[in-house]
């Protein structure tokens, strides 16, 4: 009743908090650096890249592409701005007695492969087996997306979206496979535009092939 707020109707002791809060140096990802550059220098990286390749940077056409490059990494790699587990940690106990593994099929994949830079594209089919809590199915596609929207590799990627799931949620298993394409390997190096990657993981009752027949009974439709 008499707590003291200031100009902004904070109490101290929740701004002290709050300053805390904003001195850690990694405040929202576990992977982000600190020592992160600022827009205009990432600006002219791109700049550099462009003459690297061969380009001028002061063409009428180029002019503001170290803009939009800029911009659209903001988009490829806001991955490291979200935390999944938090994403996942709203769950629902009432499930009216549904019992059965819950599947999203044909969730479309689009990362970057960590060693090119270049496009991951895909589909991601994902599966687990509740244990008394369900998450919302949105959700799943959203983890998937955050993972996605990171430098990855389809191996690493694969297991961190498992992981997560089972830290979280905790359910009698979970099963993803991911089938994708990778530009590093399609448009240069070996070109081979025909391949694609297949990773996976079962975990829990997935490892049962029972469970297993069923989730690619599922997933093929
Ligand atoms: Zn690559």
Redesign the pocket.
């Known amino acids: 009743m008499d707590a003291v707020l200031d100009e902004a109707g904070q109490s101290p002791e929740l701004k002290a908090r709050d300053n805390n809060a904003g001195t850690t140096s990694e405040p929202h990802t576990s992977r982000s650096p600190s020592n992160r550059p600022s827009r205009c220098e990432a600006e002219a990286a791109v700049r550099t890249l462009i003459r690297w390749a061969g380009d001028d940077p002061t063409r009428e056409g180029l002019l503001d592409t170290p803009k939009r490059v800029a911009k659209a990494y903001e988009e490829f790699f806001a991955g490291y701005n979200d935390d999944p587990e938090a994403i996942l940690s709203r769950t629902f106990e009432e499930v009216e007695g549904y019992d059965d593994m819950v599947v999203l099929r044909d969730i479309r994949l689009d990362s970057h492969?960590?060693?090119?830079?270049?496009p991951?594209a895909g589909t991601v089919h994902i599966a687990y087996m509740p244990d008394g809590k369900v998450v919302g199915i949105s959700k799943l596609a959203r983890v998937i997306e955050i993972f996605a929207r990171r430098l990855q590799?389809q191996e690493t990627m694969t297991a961190q979206i498992a992981d997560a799931i089972e830290k979280v949620l905790k359910p009698k298993g979970v099963a993803i496979v991911v089938d994708a394409a990778?530009?590093?390997?399609t448009t240069r190096?070996v070109k081979k535009p025909e391949v694609y990657t297949l990773t996976r993981q079962f975990r829990g009752c997935f490892k049962e092939a029972r469970y297993e027949r069923q989730f690619w009974d599922l997933v093929k439709g």
Do not use: D, K, L, P
Request: net charge negative; charged share 10%.
């Open positions: 492969c960590e060693h090119h830079m270049v991951i590799t990778h530009q590093c390997m190096g």
